[in-house]
């Protein structure tokens, strides 16, 4: 007897949707049976994931949306549940990172990163969690209505790494966000769960690992390789799904032990 999750019929939500793990996450949840709301800056990027998906016999719908920016994200939600419906999944993916030694760090960059990954999530997250919030209030005598939210963190926001410490810090903000959410919203039957990935080949990094200093950081890695996005398939869909209904506030590595 096979076991399987189907979430057809649920909304998901996914920032930073343009590429990467966003992308990633979006053809999942999509084969799961979720209508996804593929949201990010990059539109002809969207637009062309939306393609794929819809080809593949999915439901995608592209939104533009600049987490950066407090107008873009109310906008943008609105819009999606407009268009699509009450938005029951959030994967609230978008991150950036610079490299540099701290003493170089300047006040662009820093504010760079947490404009973006610590900022941008927590209003993206809070936006759709008001939503949540006030469908679970109304909801019917005998029914209730809650929704998974899956903040994309870091094993960088577990671990210190070298040249990427404000990426770090920016990181172990979304944890502890995380847990903070995870705490007020659960008892609305919204469960609030991080994941922290380690290090995932994807576009943005791929041709790094073919030079000296990522062959060099590969054979420091417990297993020595890489993640593919795919790698995280199996983790994202039991967190939005109904099966997850007892894991609120957990933070999970998938980092092939690296944080070990």
């Not at 610079?98 to 993206?124: L, P």
């Amino acid at each position: 007897m096979a076991y399987s999750i189907d979430l057809s019929g649920r909304v998901a939500f996914i920032t930073g949707a343009s590429g990467g793990l966003g992308a990633q996450f979006a053809r999942t949840l999509s084969a799961a049976g979720a209508a996804v709301v593929l949201a990010s800056r990059r539109v002809d990027k969207l637009k062309e994931l939306r393609a794929q998906i819809d080809g593949e016999g999915g439901d995608a719908h592209v939104i533009e949306l600049d987490v950066t920016d407090h107008a873009s994200i109310k906008s943008a939600v609105a819009h999606a549940e407009t268009e699509v419906g009450s938005i029951d999944i959030l994967v609230n993916n978008s991150g950036v990172s610079t490299t540099q030694r701290i003493q170089d760090v300047s006040e662009s960059d820093f504010e760079y990163m947490f404009d973006t990954n610590v900022k941008g999530a927590f209003f993206v997250a809070q936006e759709v969690g008001k939503r949540m919030l006030a469908r679970s209030q109304g909801s019917a005598p005998g029914s209730f209505t809650g929704g998974r939210i899956i903040n994309v963190a870091s094993t960088a926001g577990l671990r210190v790494l070298p040249k990427i410490g404000v990426y770090c810090m920016s990181k172990a903000a979304v944890i502890q966000m995380t847990k903070a959410m995870a705490l007020e919203w659960g008892k609305f039957g919204i469960n609030v769960n991080a994941i922290c990935p380690g290090y995932i080949d994807t576009e943005l990094n791929h041709q790094h690992w073919q030079t000296e200093a990522g062959q060099k950081l590969v054979q420091m890695l417990p297993r020595k390789r890489v993640g593919q996005p795919q790698d995280l398939d199996a983790l994202i869909v039991m967190l939005c799904s109904d099966q997850s209904h007892f894991i609120n506030g957990a933070v999970i590595s998938a980092d092939d032990g690296f944080g070990v």
